[in-house]
C-alpha cells in the first residue's frame, strides 16, 4: 500500500511523491529526488519540521521534545524524517521548491477538443504528456503557441489522470481566447507548467459551501470529482452566479454529481434582471438557499474579484464567518491572485 503526500512549498509550488507504507516522508521525497530541509534525519534537530493539517499519520516516538514540543505536535508541526503517513496527507514545508531541488513540474498538454460552450466559456480538452497529480482546485500555467505568454487556469478535471480539462473565459482580445478561437486545432502542444496554488479541497469533515462565478466554477468542478470519487457523509452545496442565463454551463456534468451523491446539491443565480430566471441577483442575496449552517460549513469561493469582495464583505457585515474560508480571485487576462 502506498499514500499520495502532496508537499506544499511555500512559493506556492506544489509536488506530490507516492509514499510506502511505513515510509517516512522524507525518505519518500528523497527517493522522487525531492531534498527536504534536513539535518540529522534522527529527529533531534528540527530542521524538518512541516506542517500537515490534512489527513492521518504517526509522528513517530524517536524525536525529542526540544525538535518537537508535544503543543507543536498538538498544532499539526511534524518533523518529516519521522512522519509516517497512514493516508493520503497534505504537508506545508516552510521553504521554497527550487531550495529541495524542486519546483513546478513541465509537462506538454496537447489539444483534443476546443468547445464554446457559450459565448463567455470556453472547454479546452487536453492530454498531458504525463498524468499530473494536483491537489484539486489549484492550476497550472498554460503557454499560448505562437508566443512567450502563458496564463493560469485551474483544472475542471480530476487529478491524476492524463486527459485534462479547462474552463476558460472567453474574452474578446484575450490571448489565450483568441487562440482557441481562431487558431486552435487538435494536436496543438501547449507548454504546461505546475501545479500550483493554495486554493484547494481539504478534508471534507464538515459542510461544504461552495461559491462560483462564471469560469470560477472550473476548480469546483475539480472538486466535485474528488468528492465523487472518494465520497464523503457532510452535505454539499454549490451557489454558482453568472451574468447571464446563457452563460450557465456544464449543468448536465452538475446534474450528474447530484445524482450520484445524495449529498450534493446546487443552485444558480442570474444577474441579469430581464432574464426569467428564479433566482435573480448576485450569490450574497442567496446565501437562505444554504441548506446549513454556514458558520459550521469549509467554504470555498473562486470567481472574479468583484464577487469574491462582495462575499467577504457579507461574510463580514452578517456576522456569519465560515468555519473555515478559502478563496481564490480570477482575473481573466492577467496572472491569478491567489489566495486561501
Ligand atoms: Fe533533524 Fe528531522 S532532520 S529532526
Known sequence: MSFKVALNFEDGVTRVIECNDGETVLDAAYRAHVKLPMDCSDGVCGTCKGTCKQGKYDLGDEYIDEALTDDEAADGVVLTCQMVPESNVVVSIPAASSLCSSGPQSLTATVETVQSLSETTIELNVTLSEPLQFLPGQYVNLGIPGSDDSRAYSFSSAPGAQKASFLIRNVPNGKMSSYLRDKAAPGDELPLTGPLGSFYLRAVERPVLMLAGGTGLAPILSMLELIAEEGAEKQVFLLYGVTNVDDLVKLEALNAFAEKMSNFSYATVVVNPDSK?????????????VPFAIADAD???????????????????????????HYEKFNPSTPKEKAA
Do not use: I, W
Not at 430566471?277 to 438557499?289: D, I, R, Y
Not at 467554504?299 to 461574510?315: E, H, I, K, N, S
Open 299 to 325: 467554504t470555498y469561493l473562486c470567481g472574479p474579484p468583484p464577487m469574491v469582495d462582495a462575499v467577504r464583505q457579507y461574510f463580514k457585515q452578517e456576522a456569519t464567518e465560515p468555519a473555515s474560508f
Open 277 to 289: 430566471h428564479e433566482k435573480l441577483g448576485f450569490v450574497t442575496e442567496h446565501m437562505n438557499a
